[in-house]
């Protein structure tokens, strides 16, 4: 039992180069995340998903999407890096809240470096 | 908007004391609270999960407790090791709306041996 997955664990892009963080979970949570750290600013909430084909978005969702063709994979898309990008990345997963009632479960993040 | 708190921002304790750190958050209606640790360069681990019908939740040396009305939660460490050093993270989650954890910004706890 893997958990939540993610990968890279770390990449340096170029400012304007687009990339894909991926996070995958094989507990069969219907709920799924991405949160950046920042220091001094704690985890921030960017996109997150209730289901299979519905998305929604966070506190901070400018500069990034999401899709959710699968339980198991919620990738996170960058569509032009900026250098305020630069961040660690957490996936996080869930059972519904309708549901078992258990806490998220965080992949072990992306370190992100924009140039 | 809810907004969480952890005070102090860093504690360093000599090994072997028993300690509690503080977690307040303003809007009580919230479905549960997460404890996470982080290791330095690390993911979260999750530690206790409180719901919000629940007043304490323990798993070996850890005990989180949790006043809904007063917005506060304690995570009690006892006889602390050197290897309990690291920060430490509580999240709220609410009943409904978005699907959220507003995290505090953690206290970073040193156990000096």
């Known amino acids: 039992n893997a958990g939540v997955t993610q990968t890279p664990k770390f990449q340096v892009l170029k400012t304007g180069q687009s990339m894909t963080l991926q996070c995958a979970q094989d507990?069969?949570?219907?709920?799924m995340s991405w949160y950046r750290q920042d220091p001094g600013m704690g985890l921030r909430l960017i996109h997150y998903s209730v289901g299979a084909g519905i998305t929604d978005q966070g506190e901070v969702p400018n500069g990034y999407n999401v899709s959710r063709s699968t339980t198991e994979d919620f990738p996170l898309r960058l569509l032009s890096a900026a250098p305020s990008q630069t961040s660690v990345y957490f996936c996080?997963?869930?059972?519904?809240?309708?549901?078992?009632?258990?806490?998220?479960?965080f992949g072990s993040g992306t370190r992100l470096t924009v140039v | 908007k809810q907004e969480v708190t952890q005070i102090p921002a860093a504690l360093s304790v000599p090994e072997g004391e028993n300690l509690v750190l503080n977690c307040s958050f303003t809007d009580s209606a919230i479905y549960n609270l997460q404890w996470f640790r982080q290791d330095p360069g690390k993911g979260l681990t999750s530690l206790l999960l409180?719901?919000?019908?629940?007043r304490e939740q323990t798993s070996g040396r850890l005990n989180a407790s949790l006043d809904k009305s007063s917005g506060r939660s304690t995570l009690y460490i006892a006889a602390s090791q050197p290897g309990d050093s690291a920060t430490y993270l509580c999240?709220?989650?609410?009943?409904?709306?978005?699907?959220?954890?507003?995290f505090g910004t953690g206290t970073r706890l040193t156990i000096i041996p």
């Open positions: 996080a997963s869930s059972y519904s809240m309708t549901g078992r009632g258990v806490g998220y479960t």
């Open positions: 507990m069969n949570h219907e709920y």
């Open positions: 409180i719901q919000s019908s629940q």
């Open positions: 999240a709220v989650r609410r009943y409904f709306g978005n699907e959220k954890l507003t």
